[in-house]
């Protein structure tokens, strides 16, 4: 169908259909209509067939049933329109807290045939800027605690753009507009194939870019990995840690629990005691967070035992083999593992509870095929290391990037990741394709280390990479953070480097420690490298 857009900016920044992967539609589930607005059928669907009185979201302060949602959607969708100027196609920056506003803005902008582009709540004025003209930012919707960066990269920003603050009495609020405007609204008809998210990486490389996801893509993976993996109810409460400008938090704490009529918890602040005080409060049954918060709260084990909680889910980074001992040693929950991307939306391998396997990520979720090249291309033999490649519903797109080349080979997405795929299909993650130390002729991958030193009582984080090294090409260092009760030293040293040794193959310990406070991470938990790098 012709698009909906008015404002063709997406359609004409899209990489050219040669550098596309190719896109499978296997399934039932995956049989789209021409025409498709992803609000319609995630929100409105529920008012339609008389679900509007469940609940929805909650938080601290707030508790929205499907109906309030979809009234303050419809405000915000005609103070878009009416008041900002909104035109289907334009591109809105949103930026907030997870909270309900954070929800019905997003889909105010998607039911008025807008782009979302979410940000992170960490970002600076100058990374903000750089989003804002990346994505031809027109409008920006800003929770008012999170207004000063925003508003010094829109004063900073060659582009023009009208900032509408809330959760805010100020009189020119959007709180302020939508009380002045109907609850009333009709989605624009858009396209299948219209562009309804720009997505921007979480930047564990540096350099962040902006994925284009169109509406069929956001019912692709509610198609997918959770019918067949998560099998969520309409009685499940969704709790976690991600942002919702991530799209690990955006299908975990949105999309999911709404295309099962669904609830979710919303945490501005979710630090590990506050998500351990929230799952006992609210009930809440599913959890989606990172390797480190499952670590950390595997000492409340006993409080987690006697919750409601049932489900928990992994991603973000990799999983280590001895996070998932730990957390179920304490809770008695196998974990649901995944690998997602920004690029392909959300998870593509995983397995359930029943099929987890320690050390192995999974198998394709259904809807998706996956598997191991080697370095020309060509498909790796049965546990060889080589490149992850998958293709499926969703794929990616990269807005006017050059590096959609390096992504995209012969119809297939390279992640970025190096994996291991055994006899039975099992797909077993090895490190990031850069984070390969090779050492004295050796090949070592840094999460093999990490989980190594993971199982050590002293260590309560470590990240690890590989240093320029005269004699050996290069060495492993580990960066620590240890646990209150121990402190460094040469004596811990030699024994964290001894129980790698003792722990996996000798030539693999680290050759170097340095002990630091904390490690750079990403707001969504992953560990940046590549600032290791920079500081070695």
């Known amino acids: 169908m012709p698009s909906a857009h008015v404002d063709g900016f997406a359609r004409d920044n899209l990489p050219p259909a040669a550098l596309q992967p190719d896109f499978l539609f296997t399934l039932p589930s995956l049989q789209f209509p021409p025409q498709l607005n992803c609000a319609t059928e995630l929100l409105d669907r529920h008012i339609a067939d008389g679900r509007g ?64 582009v979410a940000t992170m709540p960490l970002l600076r004025a100058v990374e903000l800027q750089k989003v804002i003209e990346k994505a031809r930012v027109s409008i920006a919707l800003c929770d008012a605690t999170l207004a000063t960066e925003l508003q010094t990269a829109i004063a900073q920003s060659s582009e023009r753009v009208a900032l509408a603050l809330f959760n805010t009495p100020a009189a020119d609020s959007l709180d302020a507009r939508m009380a002045r405007v109907s609850a009333d609204f009709t989605n624009v008809d858009t396209a299948a194939d219209d ?48 942002p919702l400008a991530f799209t690990f938090g955006l299908g975990g704490l949105v999309l999911f629990p709404m295309q099962v009529g669904a609830s979710a918890v919303l945490l501005e602040k979710p630090s590990p005691q506050n998500l351990l005080d929230a799952i006992v409060t609210f009930g ?26 049932r489900q928990c889910v992994s991603a973000g980074e990799v999983l280590p ?20 991307a920004t690029e392909m939306l959300h998870i593509f391998i995983s397995a359930d509870e029943t099929h987890a396997r320690a050390g192995a990520t999974g198998t394709p979720v259904p809807g998706y095929v996956a598997t191991v090249l080697d370095e020309d291309g060509n498909p790796a033999a049965i546990g060889t290391v080589g490149r992850l490649a998958v293709k499926g519903p969703t794929g ?56 190594a030193l993971l199982r050590h009582a002293a260590v309560a984080e470590c990240g690890v990479i590989g240093v320029d090294d005269a004699d050996r090409g290069q060495i492993v260092k580990a960066y620590v953070v240890l646990r209150e009760e121990f402190a460094a030293g040469d ?22 420690i340095e002990f630091r406070a904390q490690l750079p991470r990403t707001e969504t938990g992953k560990l940046q490298r590549f600032r290791l790098r920079e500081s070695s």
């Open 195 to 242: 562009t309804c998210i720009i997505a921007f990486t979480s930047g564990t490389t540096g350099q962040p870019k902006g994925t284009m996801h169109f509406h069929r893509d956001v019912m692709a993976i509610c198609a997918c990995w959770p019918p067949h993996i998560l099998r969520p109810r309409p009685d499940d409460v969704f709790i976690g840690s991600p």
């Open 396 to 451: 990616c797109r990269y807005l006017a990037d050059e590096r959609q080349r390096g992504y995209v080979l012969n119809g297939w997405n390279l992640t970025g990741d190096a994996y291991v795929m055994d006899a039975d299909g099992y797909f077993h993650y090895q490190s990031r394709t850069d984070d390969m130390i090779i050492s004295s002729g050796y090949n070592i991958a840094a999460p093999e280390v990490e989980d």
């Open 53 to 116: 009185d469940r609940v929805c979201l909650r938080s601290a302060t707030d508790s929205w049933t499907y109906a309030d949602l979809h009234a303050q959607a419809n405000r915000v969708a005609n103070v878009l329109v009416w008041e900002l100027g909104l035109v289907p196609g334009n591109r809105v920056l949103l930026r907030a807290p997870n909270n309900p506003m954070m929800v019905a803005a997003w889909f105010g902008v998607i039911k008025a045939g807008g782009i979302a």
């Open 284 to 309: 809440a049954t599913t959890l989606f967070t990172a390797p480190t918060t499952y670590r950390a709260m595997a000492a409340h084990g006993a409080t987690l035992r006697a919750s409601s909680l």
């Open 321 to 340: 083999t001895s996070t998932r001992t730990l957390w179920r040693d304490a809770t008695g929950i196998e974990m649901i593992d995944g690998i997602g």
């Open 491 to 512: 004596v811990l040293t030699r024994e964290l480097q001894d129980f790698v040794k003792a722990t996996i193959a000798p030539y693999k310990y680290p050759r170097a």
